[in-house]
C-alpha cells in the first residue's frame, strides 16, 4: 500500500477513534471525569518520559564509552519521541499507543519486530561510491584487540 495512502488513512481513523471514545468514556463517568482522565495520562507519560529518557541517555553514553555504536538507545529515544507526542495527544487511544513506547519491555518486543523486519542489503555506509558487485565479495578475515 502506497505511504500516503496510509497516513491519510491514519489521520482519519485515529482521530474518529478518539472522538468516539472520548464521547463513550464521557458518558459513563462524566466530562469533568474524561477531562482529568486525559490530563492525569498526560502528566503522567510526561513524567515517564522523562524518566525513561534520561535512563536511555545513560545507556547511549556508557554505550559510546565503550567503543560500541548505541542503536538499540538509538532507537528507544525513537520509540520515546513517538510515545511522548502521542501521550500529549489528548485521547485514550493514543495514549495507550504512546504508554506501549515508554514501556521497556514493549520497546524491546517492538525493536525485536522492527529489526526482523528490516533487511540490510548493499547498506555503504563510508558515503563514497561502493565498488562494483564483483569486488565486493572478497573477504578478509582477521582479528584485532584494542590497545587503551
Not at 20 to 27: F, H, M, S
Not at 136 to 148: K, L, S, V, Y
Amino acid at each position: 500500500m502506497n505511504p500516503l495512502a496510509i497516513l491519510t488513512l491514519i489521520f482519519i481513523v485515529v482521530p474518529v477513534l478518539e472522538i468516539y471514545l472520548l464521547i463513550q468514556v464521557g458518558g459513563i463517568i462524566g466530562a469533568p471525569w474524561t477531562i482529568f482522565l486525559v490530563l492525569f495520562t498526560a502528566i503522567v507519560g510526561g513524567a515517564m518520559l522523562r524518566s525513561q529518557g534520561m535512563s536511555a541517555l545513560a545507556r547511549a553514553q556508557t554505550a559510546m564509552q565503550q567503543g560500541s555504536l548505541p542503536a538499540r538507545e538509538m532507537v528507544d529515544g525513537l520509540f520515546l519521541l513517538v510515545g511522548g507526542a502521542l501521550l500529549l495527544t489528548p485521547g485514550f487511544f493514543t495514549d495507550a499507543i504512546g504508554f506501549a513506547c515508554l514501556m521497556p519491555p514493549l520497546r524491546a518486543l517492538m525493536f525485536h519486530f522492527i529489526v526482523k523486519r528490516i533487511q540490510f542489503s548493499d547498506m555503504n555506509m563510508g558515503g563514497g561510491h561502493s565498488a562494483p558487485r564483483s569486488q565486493q565479495n572478497n573477504t578478509i578475515e582477521g582479528e584485532f584487540r584494542r590497545d587503551d
